[in-house]
């Protein structure tokens, strides 16, 4: 009998609606934080990916109490 094996990949970047829902801000907040430079982009063709690593960069600070610039949300 053959067992199957399910394996959990975790992805190194994520599409912007996936990296919103990962830090649980707004698609408007993401790219204020992009804009601001908080957050740094993958450009491939067309499409935005946003590295694990930087979201989890972004979340380290502000658990430190470090300020995150924010003034591009309109």
Do not use: W
Request: glycine content about 6%.
């Amino acid at each position: 009998m053959k067992k199957t094996t399910v394996s959990t990949v975790n992805p190194l970047t994520h599409q912007v609606p996936e990296a919103c829902q990962r830090i649980g801000v707004s698609r408007t907040i993401l790219y204020a934080l992009i804009k601001e430079g908080e957050i740094n982009p993958i450009k491939i063709g067309k499409r935005t990916l946003i590295p694990d690593s930087e979201l989890i960069r972004l979340v380290d600070r502000m658990q430190r109490g470090e300020k995150v610039r924010l003034r591009a949300e309109a």
